[in-house]
């Protein structure tokens, strides 16, 4: 019997150690290019917004966790290109994708089993650097589809 709890300790820690969200991988590899990261918790990241006004988002960050914002030093561009080779080979999912005047963003995610399990907005301009927000949580997509649907931010194209 005591064999088997290691056993079954042993595969669990593995399986927790595997479960390493895509944002913190592709810090990891770039950890040298980055100027500034940070870790948030849910609780602190909640407490600048207003119950009343940001319901649905409050609801995706008491389901939320690991956030982490990171920014990188992109002179050479080249961590943009190494985050579009990362986004495809990991399979990050567009969501949304807005350029102007040399601006770029996009909302990319992971969705596993009916659950979107991590949201990564990216950021860059004309300028050198290169932000990434990402954020592990548990939402549907109809909670996502809710808190976007009642958002105050009109987007209009030419």
């Known amino acids: ?10 595969f669990f820690m593995t399986t927790i150690s595997a479960q390493e969200v895509v944002f913190e ?3 990891k590899v ?5 100027t500034f990261s940070i870790n948030l918790s849910a609780s602190l990241a ?13 609801n995706v960050i008491k389901k939320s966790s690991d956030f982490k914002l990171m920014i990188f030093n992109n002179e050479d561009n080249s961590i943009s290109k190494n985050f579009r080779k990362f986004s495809r080979k990991n399979n990050l999912k567009t969501l949304a994708r807005v350029k102007e005047n040399g601006s770029k963003a996009e909302l990319f995610f992971i969705e596993k089993n009916n659950y979107i399990r ?7 301009s004309n300028t050198d650097k290169f932000v990434l927000f990402g954020l592990k949580t548990k939402i549907t997509k ?10 105050d931010i009109k987007i209009s194209s030419k």
Do not use: T, V
Not at 30 to 34: A, D, L, M, R, T
Not at 118 to 124: F, H, L
Not at 142 to 151: F, H, N, R, V
């Open 30 to 34: 770039h950890k040298e290019q980055s």
């Open 118 to 124: 991590e949201i990564i907005i990216r950021a860059n």
């Open 1 to 10: 019997m005591k064999q088997f709890a290691i056993i079954f300790f042993a």
């Open 142 to 151: 109809d909670e996502l589809a809710a808190m976007i649907a009642s958002s």
């Open 25 to 27: 991988k592709f810090y």
């Open 46 to 58: 909640g407490s600048f917004l207003d119950d009343e006004n940001d319901g649905d988002l409050m």
